[in-house]
Nanobody, 130 residues
Framework: QVQLVESGGGLVQAGGSLRLSCAAS????????MGWFRQAPGKEREFVAA????????YYANSVKGRFTISRDNAKNTVYLQMNSLKPEDTAVYYC???????????????????????WGQGTQVTVSS
């Protein structure tokens, strides 16, 4: 069984930065992909960023491209989401998720599809004040 634990959320002013962490435990950290999603009050969960383990391919939602960076530390079984130039519209609960199934197809579509992810963390709140 896999456990994912997010941390690093908090309250920040617009223009500020936060770094979220997602620590994985319970199995070898060599799955297909790790993704970050977010859900704002009254809205559906949306894709933020993801990384394929093989090749380190990354993919970002247009709304965060150029501001957010996903990275990993294999030795620590941890994935990070560095968030810069934060905006009030980035306010949401952020979730990390793990896809353990090798897949074939268009990477951008596969990585952005929440149904492809097998394990989810409990979420961490990010609030950006104006």
């Amino acid at each position: 069984q896999v456990q994912l634990v997010e941390s690093g959320g908090g309250l920040v002013q617009a223009g500020g930065s936060l770094r979220l962490s997602c620590a994985a435990s319970g199995r070898t950290f060599s799955s297909y992909a790790m993704g970050w999603f977010r859900q704002a009050p009254g809205k559906e969960r949306e894709f933020v960023a993801a990384m394929r383990w093989s090749g380190g391919y990354t993919y970002y939602a247009n709304s965060v491209k150029g501001r957010f960076t996903i990275s990993r530390d294999n030795a620590k079984n941890t994935v990070y989401l560095q968030m810069n130039s934060l905006k009030p519209e980035d306010t949401a609960v952020y979730y990390c998720a793990l896809d353990t199934t090798p897949r074939v197809g268009l990477w951008s579509v596969l990585l952005a599809t929440s149904l492809n992810y097998d394990y989810w963390g409990q979420g961490t709140q990010v609030t950006v004040s104006s």
